[in-house]
C-alpha cells in the first residue's frame, strides 16, 4: 500500500519514479502492431458488418443476434478459438420495428420525424384520430379526461427542448482539458446515494406519475401516444423505453417525437386549430428466447505458467434502435474485434491467455457483464469470489463513441499509473497521453471493477456523442471516424500484448466491500 | 454627383459631415415606434400563422394561396387599404404532398428521411421494388441500365456530402466582420458572366447531363429515383425541384433522401447486400390557376403633395415545401406586416403613401417581385419606365433570416449614407450599427434596383440561416428569435416613417442601362 501512496504523490508531483522493476516494452511488437493497425485495418469493415447490414442491436433483437452470429464466425475465420455465443442470464423479451409512418393530416399533410419507443406495441394498422393536449402534473389533473380520450392521439403540455447554442456540436479534448484530467486528484469514495433525500424523493414522484399518467391514457383506450424527444434539427434521442420484462403490463402505442413535429402539433393544437393525425405503426415483440447472450472468444495462452491467466478486452455490441449504433457502441465492438485481429495478424503467440467480450444488454443496466461477472468472477453483492476472480489480470473496454484514445481512466488505482505511462508513451504521437487518477462510469469496466478486477476505460475524444449520436436516429456508420478506430484498435491491441507478456498482474486495489442490494 | 462623392469620402475617412440639408428623426415618433413594436409585438403571432397554421407555402400551393388570403384579412383587420391578391403574371401549376412514406424493407426494416423533390408525381400506392445503383457520368455509361430498371428504386453513385465540422452551427456577426462590411469599397460593376467560358460549358453539360439521366430513368420505367440532398443530422435541404410550367414534361418520381440515409443504401448495395425499399408518395399539381399573385395593400398618403408619392416595404412570402419556411421567408413577411401594424397602431398618418407587398415565387427566381416591377414601373430588359417609377421613393427589403438587423447595404449608393447613418442612430442600442456601400443579392429589391428604383435590403444576423434552415425541413417557427424579430420591425417601421415624412425621396443612383435578355 506504501508503495502505491509513494507513487501516486511522485506522479502528481511530476517527479521521476525511483526505478524498483522498471515496466518495459517490446518494440518490435509495438512496430509490427502498429504496422498492422494503422496500415492495414479491417476495423471500418467490420464496423458496416455490425452496423448497416446487422441494423439496429436493440438488446434481444432480431439486430443484435445478426450481428453476434456475423461477430462469432469472424473470430472464428481469424483464427480465435472457443468462439461462441455464451449465455449471462434471463434478459426479457426482444423488439423490433417493422412499420413506422405517421403524419399531420389537417390542417394540411406533413410526415413526422417519430421513432416508436422502445418495447411498444403498433397501431395494428392504419389509425386516424384528433390531436388531444393533456396537461397534468398529478392524478386529480387526469379526471378532466375521463371517457376523452378513446381513439385520440395524445400529446402531453410540455415546453420546448429545443436548444439553441452557439457551440459547435463536435468536439475534441484540448490539451487544457487533458492537463486538468491528468491532475486530478483521487476521487473520495462516492457516499451511498441517499434515497430519502428530498432530491430522490422527487425524482420518484415524478416518475411514478409518468407511469401513472401513461397508464391513465392506457386505460382510456388512447390510439396513440406522442412524446417528446429530445434533440434538435432532425435529430432525435430515444428514451429507455417501456419494460422489456416477460410480464410487462400491456402499454399504449407510443412515437418519441422530433421536438421541431411535437412543437408544431402542441402550438396548433394549444392555438385553437384542429390538429388530425394518421400513423402506422407494426412493432413485434420477440419471446421464443428470453436469455441474454454475450459474445466471446479467444486467443489460447502458450506459457506453461501463466496461460491459465487471462486478459479481457471487451465492449458492449448491443445499442438503442433508432438508427445502428454506430458509435454507441458499434465503435467500441469493432475497435475491440480488430485488437485481436491484430495480434492474429501478427502471429502472437500470448503468454496468457487473450479473451474478447462484446456484451449485450449494457443498455439496461451493463446486464451482459454483470452477468458474465457473477458467472465467472463473483457476486459484488457478497463478494463471495470464484477462483477465476484471481485469475484475470485485467479487463479494457471501449464505449465512449468514435473518438480516437487520448489516454485511460486509472480507476483510482494508482499503482498501474507508471505501468500505463510507459504502455502509452509509443502512442504519445497519435494523441494518446493522459492519464488520469480519476474514475469513469456508465459502462461495462465497472462490472470488474466491483468485484476486485481491475477495468479500465480509455478516455476518448467526445467528437459529437453526447450533442449527436448517443441514443439517437443519428448514430450511423456515417458518424465513424476511420483514422480515431484505426488509432485505437492499435493501442488496446499493443496494451492486451503488454499485459500478456509482463511477469506480473496488473496490480489490484482493495478489495471492494459487499454492496448489499439497495 | 460630386456632392455623393464628397459624401462618401467623408463617410469613408469618418469625418463629420458638412451641413447642407442635415438629415432629422423625430424623436417622438421613434419613441412610439419603439414602444409598440418592442413592447406590444404581435410578430410571433404573425408568424405562427403564416407558419405552422398555413402549412409549407411553396409557389402557387394551397399553403400559399392560405398564408396569403390570411394576410390580406390580416391586413384589413389593422386598417390598411386596398389589401389585395394582385396577380403579377403566368406562373405555372402548384404543387403539394398529400402523403410520404419510404423506408427500407430488407435487410431490415428502417423508414427514412426523404422529401419528395418539388413538382413531382407520387407512386399511385404503396410500390415495393429492389434498389439498384446507376453509376453514370456520361450518356454512354447509361446503355448498361437499358431494360434493368422498371420497377426499381435508383439510386445513384455519388460521394457522401456529409460535412464533419467543429464549427457552430449558428453564428452572430461579430464586430470584426461588421467593421469590415463597412470599410469595403464600392464593388466594380460586375462583368456581365461569359456564359461561352468553360466553366459554364462544364455546368451546362453537367446540368444537361442529369436532366437527361432522369429521362432514361423514366423512360425506363423505374418506379422511384432517389437524390441525395444536402444536409446532416436529420437535416435535408431540398433543391429547386422539377418543373412546374404548364407544359412540363413528365418525370419519375424522386425522394431528395437524408444524406445518412442514402448513404447506408448505398454502402449496403455496393457492398454487394440485397436492399429492398417500399414507399408511398402521394403529390398533388394544381392547374385551376397558373396565375401567380403578391399580396399588397396600403396605408394612404394624407399629404397633397407627396400622397402620390409611395414608399414601399416587403419580403416574399412564398417558401419551400419541406418546412414550413419560418426562417426562409415567414420572418421577413412577418416583421414587414409587423412594421405597417406598429404605424398603424400609433396612428401615423403618412405624407407619402406606404405600401407593403409580399412576394410569391421568389424562390423560382424573383418572379413575383419582377413582375410587379414589370406592371408598375418598367421594364429593365428595354428601360421602358412607366410613370410610377418616378414616384417609388425606395423599396426595402426582408429576406435573410430570423437574424435581427445590424444594418444595410447600400447597393452601391452612396448618397444615402448620410440619411441612413441618421436613421439608425436610435438603434445603434439593439444592435444596428453598419452601413456598407456594397450590394448584396439573391433577393426582390434587386428587381427594384434594376429599374432604377432605391432597393434595399438589411443585414441580418445570419443565425443558423446557411447550416440549418435555408430550404430545409428544419426550416419551422422554432428557429424564429423573437427578439431578433421585434427589433427588425421596429426598425423597419422608423425608416418607412423617415421616407414617407423626409422632404424629397431618397436620392437616385444613375439609371442603369438596359439588359436584354441573356
Not at 124 to 141: F, Q, R, W
Not at 271 to 299: C, H, N, P, S, W
Not at 428 to 453: C, K, P, Y
Request: glycine share 8%.
Amino acid at each position: 500500500m506504501k508503495l502505491k501512496l509513494l507513487f501516486s504523490c511522485l506522479i502528481s508531483a511530476g517527479i521521476a519514479l525511483p526505478v524498483i522493476a522498471q515496466e518495459t516494452v517490446n518494440p518490435a511488437a509495438v512496430q509490427k502492431i502498429r504496422e498492422e493497425g494503422l496500415n492495414h485495418s479491417k476495423v471500418m469493415e467490420t464496423a458496416f458488418y455490425l452496423t448497416d447490414v446487422s441494423g439496429p442491436r436493440l438488446a434481444n433483437s432480431p439486430g443484435l443476434r445478426r450481428a453476434q452470429n456475423w461477430a462469432v464466425n469472424q473470430l472464428k475465420t481469424w483464427g480465435l478459438v472457443n468462439a461462441k455465443l455464451e449465455p449471462w442470464g434471463t434478459f426479457g423479451k426482444g423488439w423490433e420495428v417493422q412499420k413506422n409512418y405517421a403524419a399531420i393530416t389537417v390542417p394540411y399533410y406533413h410526415a413526422i420525424i417519430a421513432i416508436p419507443k422502445a418495447w411498444t406495441p403498433g397501431t395494428n394498422g392504419l389509425i386516424k384520430g384528433d390531436v388531444v393536449v393533456v396537461k397534468a402534473d398529478s392524478a386529480i389533473d387526469l379526471d378532466k379526461y375521463k371517457g376523452k380520450l378513446q381513439g385520440k392521439i395524445v400529446i402531453f403540455d410540455v415546453k420546448p427542448l429545443v436548444e439553441r447554442t452557439l457551440k459547435p456540436d463536435a468536439i475534441r479534448y484540448t490539451d487544457e482539458e487533458l492537463a486538468e484530467m491528468a491532475n486530478a486528484t483521487p476521487q473520495p469514495q462516492a457516499a451511498p446515494a441517499d434515497i430519502n433525500s428530498p432530491q430522490f424523493a422527487a425524482i420518484r414522484k415524478a416518475r411514478a406519475f409518468q407511469t401513472a399518467l401513461r397508464s391513465f391514457v392506457y386505460d382510456e383506450k388512447a390510439a396513440l401516444i406522442l412524446s417528446q424527444a429530445r434533440g434538435t434539427d432532425g435529430t432525435v434521442f430515444t428514451t429507455n423505453g417501456a419494460s422489456y420484462a416477460d410480464t410487462a403490463k400491456a402499454v399504449a402505442p407510443e412515437l418519441e417525437t422530433s421536438s421541431e413535429d411535437y412543437q408544431r402539433i402542441l402550438r396548433l393544437a394549444k392555438g385553437g386549430q384542429k390538429v388530425e393525425m394518421e400513423a402506422d405503426i407494426k412493432t413485434q415483440f420477440l419471446t421464443d428466447d428470453l436469455q441474454g447472450y454475450d459474445v466471446v472468444a479467444e486467443i489460447p495462452g502458450t506459457d506453461k505458467k501463466l496461460k491459465e491467466q487471462v486478459v479481457m478486452i471487451g465492449g458492449h455490441l448491443d445499442s438503442w434502435h433508432a438508427a445502428t449504433g454506430a458509435t454507441d457502441n458499434a465503435a467500441g465492438s469493432a475497435v475491440m474485434m480488430e485488437a485481436v485481429r491484430i495480434l492474429k495478424a501478427i502471429n502472437f503467440k500470448p503468454k496468457r491467455t487473450i479473451r474478447i467480450a462484446l456484451w449485450s444488454s449494457e443498455e439496461q443496466g451493463l446486464f451482459g457483464s454483470k452477468g458474465y461477472v457473477l458467472n465467472h468472477f463473483g457476486d459484488p453483492k457478497t463478494m463471495q469470489l470464484k477462483p477465476e476472480q484471481a485469475k484475470l489480470s485485467a479487463y479494457y473496454n471501449l464505449d465512449n463513441g468514435t473518438g480516437k484514445i487520448r489516454g485511460i481512466y486509472l480507476q483510482g488505482d494508482s499503482a498501474v499509473a507508471p505501468i500505463f505511462k510507459k504502455w502509452q508513451e509509443p502512442f504519445n504521437d497519435l494523441g494518446a497521453t493522459t492519464l488520469t487518477i480519476r474514475n469513469t462510469g456508465g459502462t461495462d469496466h465497472l462490472s470488474f471493477d466491483a468485484v476486485g478486477i481491475p477495468g479500465f476505460q480509455f478516455i476518448q475524444d467526445p467528437i459529437d456523442y453526447s450533442s449527436r449520436t448517443h441514443h439517437s436516429n443519428q448514430d450511423t456508420y456515417d458518424r465513424l471516424i476511420e483514422d480515431d478506430l484505426k488509432q485505437a484498435a492499435t493501442i488496446v491491441a499493443s496494451f492486451v500484448y503488454n499485459t500478456s507478456e509482463r511477469a506480473e498482474m496488473i496490480p489490484r486495489k482493495e478489495l471492494p466491500k459487499a454492496q448489499p442490494a439497495k
